[in-house]
């Protein structure tokens, strides 16, 4: 006890996490449900090949077609995730997509950085069709990604149906020994029914193979928040936080527990030298502010931890993260999350339209994107193809940086992020990952206008 109340105290006053900032105070529920699943299932993994006369680029064939029981699933994996996608930064990779459904879909690699002509988040395939994406994974894109449907007006039905599968890349970092000898496991979330599984599987259990457990938490539902906490016999332990949505932070930052809103990505370092066993759950969580319908309390996965694990050091940096200088914004805006009455749900005011550009901005540049939430809900924030950070929220810094690309808004807050427009320009999308939302309406077009003058042309600065 006395242990734990120190602990409590160290990590106390700034608890991190993920998606927002939650209040230390919450008492557990007394009753511990031990996971009592299957071994954590590991997720195939999607065959690579190098083709001949191609070399340095590495192809790979996803197909989205029907599985059994009605279901959906990428190469005919399944009841889980789809097959997982491992790559290694500065890997060129060609990625066909066939789309063997009797419905229009695409395929998102969401988070993983590449232009948005290449992403082309609005092109949508026929029954039948297929298309090729090539993109090279460059230096400090290390982490955990997933890749998912677009197909707006049905993501919901395919997202619950089974087509999300994981990515993961890895990097030079990964090869230091605090992070190679440490026990490397994805854990995906999904919702099957009304069971939210993870990597297909109910209340799966870890069993640890060294005295550090690195978990990649990836939540691939089509809406849930997952507040998400280690115990031991119902007492919260203290875990590491060493990576968000695109990848590593500067050094691992302490944390009792973390909010992992549909479509963000988390991974923390745990300790696993104390034999026994750890809970991974998913705390109480009200979308619709503080006195809102809580979630229950649900064990979501278990750790075992054998006798004589040896203690594997914390790493003491990780990967510098950028201080955007906020003096070169050239604008702030003010996007504005509501749902109408109607039951479709809106940003600035409207729902979408696929032929509407609705923000324009200009490679290059930086922008100050205030994003408030005036609905009685959370409403997470994805932008394709430009990794932002978040500033502040609700007034309040951010207690750390971080590269992301899904940010929760809390109900009636607004969270305050930086923008850089980097790399190609083109034309792209911002929505509310709620799948739900995206289809009913909570998506707008983003164009970024190359910056490059035209031959022949010379800007009026240089006269
Ligand atoms: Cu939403």
Known sequence: MAELSRRSLIVGSVVATAGALIPLARSLTSAETLPDGPPLPELPELDLSTPAGKPGTTTAVLTAGSAENGRLAYNGTGPGPGPLLRLREGDRIRLTFRNDLDAPSSLHLHGVPMPPATDAPLTHLAPGDSDVREFTLPPGSA???WYHPHAHGDVERQLLAGLAGPVVVTGPLDDQPALRDADDRLLMFTRTGREITVNGATRPVITA????????????????????ALTREDKRTTAHLIATDSGLLQRPVPLIEILLAPGERAELLVETTT?????????PYSVYGAGGQRTPDRPMAGIDIPADLSPLE????????????LSTAV???RL???????GSYTIDGRTFAHDRVDLRATQGTLEIWEVENTHTMDHPFHLHSYAVQVLARDGKAEPFRAWRDTVNIPAGTTVRLAV???GDGGRTVYHCHIAAHEDLGMMGILEVAEADARPGEVPASDR
């Open 420 to 422: 850089p427009f980097r």
């Open 143 to 145: 982490g955990t990604y």
């Open 331 to 333: 604008r702030t805006r």
């Open 314 to 325: 914390l790493p003491t940096s990780l990967l510098p993260v950028e201080k955007i200088d």
């Open 336 to 342: 504005v999350l509501d749902g109408a009455g109607d």
């Open 275 to 283: 034999p026994g066993r750890l809970t991974l759950r998913s705390l």
């Open 209 to 228: 193979r060294s005295g550090r457990t690195r978990l990649r938490l990836l939540n691939a539902t089509a809406g849930d928040h997952l507040l998400l």
